[in-house]
């Protein structure tokens, strides 16, 4: 049988679509949306799930890690786009996390577009 991950409301759904190897549920579909990490984090373990995904990088200075059998992965992003270009990372460090791990998935920051400058009058 598959893992059993949660994927936090920061991260996007569209991971469901990415994470095919595990057993994917989302915290609104759970019915624990709008849940603070902490509580979170607690509702998870007790239901049985091994992963959380999230795109809260402060959940480690938010909430006491230590002895928490839930592993943790944390992604830079939750910008849909850049996530899907390159998911190879989400998918390792997901497969890799053992009980109670953190683990950082770094993406590039999204570039943003700047609009021109309007021409200057004469």
């Known amino acids: 049988m598959s ?8 991260a996007p759904a569209g991971l469901c ?14 019915g624990w949306a709008g849940v603070s990490n ?4 607690d509702l998870a373990e007790r239901a049985g799930f091994e992963i959380m995904v999230t795109a809260d990088g402060n959940i480690r200075v938010q909430q006491r890690l230590a002895g ?3 592993a943790l992965v944390v992604l ?3 910008h849909w786009d850049t996530i899907k270009a390159d998911p190879a990372g989400v998918i390792a460090a997901c497969a890799g996390a ?7 998935v770094r993406f590039p920051k999204p570039s943003r577009r700047r609009r021109p400058f309007p021409p200057s009058s004469p």
């Open 38 to 41: 902490g509580r979170l984090l």
């Open 17 to 30: 679509g990415i994470l095919t190897g595990f057993n994917v549920r989302t915290a609104p579909e759970m």
């Open 3 to 10: 893992r059993l991950l949660l994927l936090d409301e920061s």
């Open 68 to 70: 928490r059998k839930i």
């Open 76 to 78: 830079t992003t939750n």
């Open 98 to 104: 053992g009980q109670g791990a953190y683990v950082v």
